[in-house]
């Protein structure tokens, strides 16, 4: 048994460990906040893009496997874009989306995978494995993303793809379900597919297009495609500071619980002491006797 | 035929004007349309400009910039990169915007060169000039 000293010191940095871990867990409940305003305030925006692609493609019909984006491109390599956290203690928030990424991997070759990495957990770990990192992408900080920078990164991904080198591309993230369940998943972003359009939707009567169908839908859909990086990496953010919220917490009320059991055998020892020195006085006054 | 149609203008960031009117204005890519009660179903591809609306709590204006207008059933759904209401359009980013454009056009559009930082120039070069003159004509 570790000496009384011992234990106070244990039951000390127990104690500055708690403080620390409620800390983090404090900040990242703002943080959630904050991009679950986000995440809640770009979503008439997607909607509404989505809405506008469905009925215009249900508008257009066949024309639309005509247009470059809906087929699969030249190239036999496939793209990824993979949004991870940059900062670690977040419970299994990468390591589920790694396993995840593992299991889409098994059986396609792997040496003919790039990857665009948002995170800088993400890059470690495939570099570490020799995975093909193209790009990571580190400007702007993930926190401070916003629709444009988004955008940004859908247009690079789009004119890879448009460039020819890939046959496809996909988006490795965590969807935010709620605020305890987050689901790792790899979803196909390029090339576009009439379903994922929901172009079998509502077939709307004539509307007045300005300028024609077509130039709208040209227009429309790099928007859409960014729309989707933007709620993606939106998703990705929230799932992120949900899941280490969750293990802040966690980590808070195992040290508390840690401390209290310390603390009930530091008492312990503390009265043993005292009960050995009461009864060496007694002894020792008898004696005098 | 007057009446009230409701407008929304979404951007990605917020819903920045939720309202009804009873006649909106906006600048597409081939020029200005006007909505009033009863338009025919419309999408347009919108341009740089101002989006005017006149209502019973009178008339106001709007900076857009891109996008897209849908009018179906008396609602006009406005899905816009920016949108900022006169006071707050910045009118000294805008006319250093303005300068900055001008040069980059001044200097490449002789050299035939660099087809896209000239289409990129001219574009930025719309926005500004349209910035300074919404916020001219509304601020006072």
């Known amino acids: 048994m570790a000496g009384i000293k011992e234990l106070r010191l244990r039951i000390k940095s127990v104690g500055s460990i708690k403080q620390i871990t409620r800390a983090m867990e404090m900040v990242a409940s703002t943080k959630l906040r904050r991009f679950q305003d986000r995440a809640v305030a770009s979503r008439p925006y997607s909607e509404e893009i989505a809405g506008l692609v469905s009925r215009l493609s249900s508008m257009l019909g066949d024309d639309m496997e005509d247009q470059p984006l809906f087929s699969p491109g030249a190239g036999d390599r496939t793209l990824v874009l993979l949004i991870t956290s940059d900062r670690g203690l977040c419970g299994a928030f990468n390591t ?3 396993r995840e990424l593992e299991r889409w991997l098994a059986g396609r070759d792997v040496s003919k995978h790039d990857f665009f990495v948002y995170g800088r957990k993400g890059a470690q770990y495939l570099t570490s494995r ?3 990192v193209t790009r990571f992408i580190t400007d702007p900080p993930m926190e401070e993303i916003d629709y444009h920078n988004a955008a940004l990164t859908g247009r690079m991904l ?12 996909f988006i490795g993230y965590s969807a935010f379900e709620s605020m305890v369940k987050y689901t790792p998943q790899i979803t196909p972003f390029l090339p576009l597919t009439p379903d994922a359009l929901g172009g079998a939707g509502e077939a709307q009567s004539e509307a007045i297009m300005e300028p024609d169908a077509k130039s709208i839908f040209e227009s429309l859909v790099p928007r859409y495609l960014e729309t989707r990086i933007y709620n993606s990496l939106l ?15 966690n980590a808070t009320d195992a040290a508390d619980d840690m401390q209290k059991a310390l603390k009930g055998v530091y008492n312990r020892k503390r009265q043993e002491g005292i009960t050995k020195e009461l009864l060496d006085i007694v002894g020792g006054t008898e004696a005098v006797k | 035929m007057a009446g009230p149609i409701s407008l929304r203008v979404i951007t990605p960031e917020a819903v920045t004007l939720d309202t009804t009117c009873s006649s909106i204005s906006f600048p597409t890519t081939d020029g200005s349309v006007g909505v009033l009660k009863g338009h025919a179903p419309m999408v347009a591809a919108l341009g740089v400009g101002e989006l005017q609306l006149r209502g019973d709590a009178g008339d106001s204006a709007m900076f857009i910039a891109g996008g897209f207008a849908e009018v179906r059933d008396n609602v006009v759904r406005v899905v816009t990169d920016v949108s900022e209401p006169p006071t707050e359009i910045d009118v000294e980013r805008a006319s250093k915007a303005a300068e900055r454009a001008r040069a980059r056009l001044e200097t490449n559009e002789s050299a035939e060169g660099e087809h896209l930082d000239v289409l990129r120039a001219r574009a930025s070069l719309a926005r500004a000039i349209m910035r300074q003159q919404i916020a001219s004509k509304y601020r006072r």
């Open chain 1, 235 to 249: 998703e990705s953010l929230t799932s992120e500071y949900a899941s280490r919220r969750f293990a802040m917490k």
């Open chain 1, 96 to 98: 589920n989306l790694f």
């Open chain 1, 130 to 132: 020799g995975r093909n």
């Open chain 1, 158 to 169: 789009t004119s890879e793809f448009a460039g020819g080198a890939y046959k496809d591309v």
